[in-house]
């Protein structure tokens, strides 16, 4: 996607703050963090939202979850907890079209959130 600007962090075109990355994923951290430990995970590919999810590219989602502890030990949030995030459309929030979890941590988030 020409326009996508995930799309051109993931080929390095723009840069950003990465955290991990291999053959299907990318971790980098928010421009704008919401907690002290802001990072966005993405699928490398393409993918518009969680609503163009199918059994087709789903296995990009295990893949991030699966990755999930080893980022919260490495950066020791682990023990004190975390959240997971995913805004999916104009009433979800979603700013950006290109299915991404928020990972937050280091402070003690409010639920429900705004
Ligand atoms: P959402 O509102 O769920 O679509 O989240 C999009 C997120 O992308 C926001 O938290 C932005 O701060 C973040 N963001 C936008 N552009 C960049 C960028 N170039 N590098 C890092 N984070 C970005």
Known sequence: MMDCI???IAAGEI????????????VF???NPQA????????KAHIPSANQLTTENSDVI???FERIPALAEELGFD???YRIVNNCGEDGG?????????????????????
């Open 94 to 114: 979603q700013t950006v079209s290109h299915l991404h979890f928020h990972l937050l941590a280091g402070r003690s988030l409010q639920w429900p959130p705004g």
């Open 29 to 31: 951290r928010d421009l």
């Open 15 to 26: 840069p950003s703050d990465i955290v991990y990355q291999d053959e299907d994923l990318l």
């Open 36 to 43: 002290p430990v802001h990072l966005l995970l993405i699928p």
């Open 79 to 81: 023990k004190a907890g």
């Open 62 to 64: 295990a893949k991030i």
């Open 6 to 8: 995930f799309c051109k």
